[in-house]
């Protein structure tokens, strides 16, 4: 499975933006799709998740109120849809897949190189 992200941007406060990210291969073997994201000086943290054919999603309390994640099964597609966007959301953000779990931590086995978003005040 790889893992294409795209849509960062440089936004200023209060925007939105949609990130979207692309699979390809074996996309079949799909279990779990996340989004994480990792900001200047900081650890990687979770940001959100879906089970790659329907059903439970989660966000991070952090974020939940801005953020939402979506699939378009049929473009093989996952989104993160952030709205009222704050310099804190700074951050490289990641997508991750994997064939087995569906989990807030870092346990996914498919990675996508991260797309950089820039939140100016």
């Known amino acids: 499975v790889q893992l294409q992200a795209s849509g960062g941007g440089l936004v200023q406060a209060g925007d939105s933006l949609r990130l979207s990210c692309a699979a390809s291969?074996?996309?079949?073997?799909?279990?779990?799709v996340a989004w994480f994201r990792q900001g200047p000086g900081k650890e990687r943290e979770f940001v959100a998740a879906?089970?790659?054919?329907?059903?439970?999603?989660a966000v991070a309390d952090s974020v939940k109120d801005r953020f939402t994640i979506f699939r378009d099964n049929s473009k093989n597609t996952v989104y993160l849809q952030m709205n009222s966007l704050k310099p804190e959301d700074t951050a490289v953000y990641y997508c991750?897949?994997?064939?087995?779990?569906?989990?807030?931590?870092?346990?996914?086995?498919?990675w996508g190189q991260g797309t950089l978003v820039t939140v100016s005040s």
């Open positions: 291969g074996r996309t079949s073997s799909i279990y779990a």
């Open positions: 991750a897949a994997d064939p087995r779990s569906f989990s807030s931590r870092e346990i996914y086995h498919y």
């Open positions: 879906a089970r790659w054919r329907g059903g439970s999603t």
